[in-house]
Every structure is written in C-alpha cells, then in structure tokens.
C-alpha cells in the first residue's frame, strides 16, 4: 500500500513533518465527559455536497480523519436523510483499529444511532441488517415502525411531536455512549445547533469550488449564532485543510444536570 498523503499541523504550534495515525487520534482524542462531536466535509466555498453527495468533496486525507473518528466513538449518529441518502453500510473497523479500542476498554465497535421523525427507514438496509452492533433510532412517540425495524433495532422515543435531541442524548449516554459523533447531515446539524448540544465541529475544507447549488453544512430553522473557539488546523499535501472547532472546556456539557 502506498504511503498515505502527508498530514501537518499548521496551528497552533506547527509541526512539520507527516502525523501518524496514533498523533492524529490524540489530537482529536475523547473528552474527559460526555461530548458531542459533529464531523462533515465542504467545498472552499462552502458547498456540503457535490453532485448531490460527499463523496467527491472527500479525498484520502479527510476519508483518513473520518476513519479515526469513527474509532473513537462510543456512539455514531446519523439523520435518516443522510442514511438513506449515502446508503449507509454497517459501521466496521479494521482489526488494528478494534484492536486499539479494546485496549482503550471500549466496545469493538461504535453503536450506530438513527435519528428520524418518520421511522420511514429499510430494516434491510446494511446499515441496519449487518450491523456488529444494534442499532438505536431516535424517534417520537407517534411513529410508527416499518415491519421488521424492531427487530434489527432498539426505538427509543423522545418527544411527542418531534424528536427531543436532548433527550435523546441523555438517553445515548445513559446507555454508556458518552463519545458521541455526529456524521450529520445538515437538518441534524442545524437542529443539534439549535438545541445547544454540539460541543465540537471537525470540518474539513476541499481545495475545490462547488460553484453554486449545494446547500450548506446547516438546514432547518434559523438559531442563533454561538461561539466556538478554533482548536487545530491541519494541512494535507493535497490541500486539504482539516479543522477543529470545540466549546471551551470548563464549560457544562449540554443537557448535563445543574449544579447542586
Ligand atoms: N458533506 C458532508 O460531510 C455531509 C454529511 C452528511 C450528509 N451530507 C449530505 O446531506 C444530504 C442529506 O441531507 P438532508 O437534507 O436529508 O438532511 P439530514 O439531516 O441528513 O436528514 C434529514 C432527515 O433526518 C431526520 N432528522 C434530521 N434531523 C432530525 C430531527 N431534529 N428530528 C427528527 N428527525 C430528524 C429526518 O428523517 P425522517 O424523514 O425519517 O423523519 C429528516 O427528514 C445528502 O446529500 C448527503 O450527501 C453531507
């Protein structure tokens, strides 16, 4: 296998020289508390899809960050949009990595969450079918299950009318998932941001122009602007810059229960 495109850190204190994978899981690393960390690819100038998907926005170095990620999460979750939209397969990691995770004491592998309104989703879909782990859907109280969903997955109902994502992530971390990633998409990112919940954002920015069309990295309803503090910034040979926004860390997480 070819040596993999070279990735940097430009700031703060800039390293020359390639990061391993070893480096650049402890520079993402899992928080000391329980912690919402959002992960998506766009264009330079802003676009969240190319030709409708991922894919052609994310090269070797963000499929690499995105991997890593991935093992380093308690609990994987994705709207059903985005589910049903990319095809999700089942979450799997190479055996290097699931190695790294039992010496760390953690699950094999990550549990993947579904967050959906309408239950409107294919329990035969990989995702759900092949999974190593069951899954969990979020979901309100009044929808209703397709035949065979109970099956392959745990249905936890939060809200009434709509899904209470905090609840939901209480719910996830009652449950042991306390890492929690997000792979989106953008109507789950702009609620989760709207609900105060994302306690960090790893973007990755393509050297390219979408041009226009695409939507942004956020859909939904209009929230107010909040501030989160820039953490790295990671270069690629190829261009690609990989950064990383979180929340400072003395601050509450989340939904986490006021001091006494
Ligand atoms: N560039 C990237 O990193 C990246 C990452 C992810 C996705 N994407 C792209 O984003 C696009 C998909 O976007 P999308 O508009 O479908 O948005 P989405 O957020 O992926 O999915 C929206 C759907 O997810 C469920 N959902 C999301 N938020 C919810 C909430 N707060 N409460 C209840 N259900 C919720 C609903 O499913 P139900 O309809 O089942 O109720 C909703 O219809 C695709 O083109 C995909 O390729 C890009």
Redesign the pocket.
Known sequence: MSDPTAISRAWPAPATGPLTDPELAALYGRADRPHLRV????SADGA??LD???AG??GEPDKRVFGLLRMLCDGLV?????????GYRAVRLSEPRRAWRREQGLAEYPTLVV???????DPAQAAFADAPVRPVV???AA?EPPPGLSAVADLVRCGDD??D?AAGLAELRRRGLDQVLC??????????IAADLVDELCL?VAPLLAGAGP?R?T??DASEPRSLPLRHVLTAADGTLMLRYARDDDRPPAGAAPAA
Do not use: K, M, W
């Not at 994705?78 to 990319?86: I, K, M, N, P, Y």
């Not at 792979?183 to 990112?189: H, I, K, N, R």
């Open positions: 992960n998506f690819v766009a969240v899809t409708g998907y991922s926005l994310s994705v709207a059903a949009g985005t589910l049903r939209h990319e967050v959906s309104g309408s239950l409107d989703l979020l979901t309100r929808a709509r899904v994502l792979e989106g998409g953008p109507q789950l990112f702009g609620a989760l990755t939507g990295i859909a939904g």
